[in-house]
């Protein structure tokens, strides 16, 4: 399968199973919004740049914490439709490490296409609540208003962007298996 291919296929599983997929996308995003907002606090006015870098790659590992175990609980969604919460970070890790492995050019397709409407949901409202300098380097004590606005903004782009690359993952992962005859994709 092409990289196009897995982009439109994923889109189209999206939309099919939207309601569930969105659902557990959005309870992952609130169950990771918790250590996001606590390690935030962990330095709200503290304005050391080191310290916002070793907030960010905590926030990173929390992040892809719930990438693959979103990406896990929906590893049978082509397939039955069905999301299966049980051990889904087991599987969402193996399904991601073999897509990797199929189609490196599909993975970074899934994480940029996200990452590029990540961008475009938080970056203005967080721009527009905290300021440039804020989004760019340490929070250095901002408004709770501002505070609450950007992490709104987080919230909801990643209950819409985590599936999008979870589906991804899946069909990538999927097409591996189903070129070694093992499956379905």
């Not at 890790?93 to 492995?101: E, F, I, K, P, Y």
Request: net charge positive; aromatic share 4%.
């Amino acid at each position: 399968m092409t990289v196009g291919g897995i982009v439109r296929d994923s889109l189209a599983l999206l939309r099919r199973h939207a309601g569930r997929v969105y659902a557990v996308s959005l309870a992952v995003t609130l169950v990771n919004t918790v250590p996001d907002v606590l390690r935030q606090l962990l330095v709200y006015r503290d304005p050391s740049l080191g310290h916002a870098l070793l907030v960010d790659v905590v926030g990173f590992g929390t992040g892809l914490v719930a990438q693959l175990w979103l990406t896990g609980a929906l590893t049978e969604l082509p397939g039955t439709g069905r999301v299966r919460p049980g051990g889904a970070l087991g599987r969402g890790t193996a399904t991601a490490l073999r897509a990797v492995r199929t189609s490196p050019a599909a993975v970074l397709a899934g994480v940029v296409l996200g990452g590029a409407v990540s961008a475009l949901l938080t970056v203005p409202a967080s721009v527009a609540a905290l300021g440039l300098g804020q989004v760019i380097g340490p929070l250095d004590a901002p408004s709770a208003g501002g505070f609450a606005v950007a992490t709104v903004s987080d919230v909801v782009a990643s209950a819409v962007t985590l599936p999008f690359l979870a589906v991804v993952l899946v069909l990538t992962a999927g097409s591996a298996r189903q070129f070694a005859g093992k499956g379905r994709a």
